[in-house]
């Protein structure tokens, strides 16, 4: 049964408009206490506090540079997870196929028939996905060396289900932190107070964040092509299938109260661009292990950003009406029998979304599985919610864990 008290707080929009007399500015200072209010000055705050004091409380805020490796983590663990067998979903065609020719970094590129270049990776005799792991010099045995191997099949995984990926955790983060909110503790059956915790950038709160639709400039033997005689991708297409397309991208986008454009790319690994970071110091038990992550962030503000991503159109997420009556459905719950009725609801209403930022339709076991991959997420951010020290103790990620490839 879906929960109608968990309902999404919207955070403060911007610190350009004064909370109570909506004189504009260039920023106001926000409400230390909350971070939900932002005023023009003493007066105006001091006039408030008669109606605000109810409601303004404490709110933990986790800096979103700190919240990185988890977000980045849990795009690996996907990569991974067995959850997409359950739903009669299976491997990449170039992660059970042997390849026959030798996409090395330094052969020459592949001409395609409209004129475009990228790096074709031609696939042979069928292999199982655990004997590609275990036996990865059978599944390429022209690699120029181990190094070369692995990276390579990083770089597929990395393409799969990206925009599904996105809207879980997303999904997740709304249900498990933005419907939290200050409760005295005179209102708490257990006569403790109640905080919110919410995302910030800096010393700004985050106002948005949803999913970018655009494309991302790319070098062409940076891109990848399959091609096989006997096998056929999820479409039916038979022989030929491109990789991730750069020039129809999706990423993540978080926005600040005072202006702040952030991007989180958590597919450029498929493109060579991007960062690992070293996530053993966030205490993530998962299943498999994940060890290091990729990820691609920065802020729109600079200048020179190492990769240009141009925006076509921008989906919000968490001010989503339909997105936030659907968290209703991301509690935890004990019985099987009502975690199929969320995984259900939450399958119809994250598939109605991703086929508006698609365009296309989307099958019901993918669905499923982006509501299955929500909830799982749901469960490990309400384990680290719970402990307070645990997710104040997340800090900034530093030069020592990130590594760029």
Known sequence: MKNLDRKVQVPLSDV??????????????????????AYCGKTCQTMDWESHKRQCGKTDRIDLLAFIPMIATLME????????STYNISVYPALRHQIVNSPNPDAPLDQLSDGSSTRLVRLGDPMSPEEVIENPEKWWPTASNDQVRSRLRRRIESERFLLPSMVAILMAIMGEMYTTKYLPAEDTYDNKMKRRIRLKYRDSPISDFGIVKGSVEVKPEDTLAYEGSDWQDHQGMSRFMRGLDPTNHYW?????ASGE????????YAFNRC????????GLELDPP?????FYFYDRSERKPPVVHREKERFTMLRDDDLQGATQWTERVPSRRERQEHLKALAHWLGEFMERLWGNTFTEDVKNLTAARCLETVDELAVRFLERPLYLDYTAVSDSDVETK
């Not at 663990?77 to 997409?84: C, E, F, G, M, V």
């Not at 454009?261 to 450029?268: K, P, V």
């Not at 960062?275 to 966030?282: A, D, I, K, L």
């Open 290 to 294: 994940i060890r290091d992550a990729p």
């Open 252 to 256: 993540m986008y978080f926005t600040t």
């Open 275 to 282: 960062q690992v970071v070293n996530t053993r110091r966030y």
């Open 77 to 84: 663990w996907y990569r991974h997870d067995n959850l997409a």
């Open 261 to 268: 454009e952030l991007i989180l790319d958590c597919g450029m």
């Open 16 to 37: 350009k408009t004064c909370s109570r007399c909506g004189k504009k500015g260039e920023r106001f200072p926000v409400c230390k206490g909350c971070g939900e209010k």
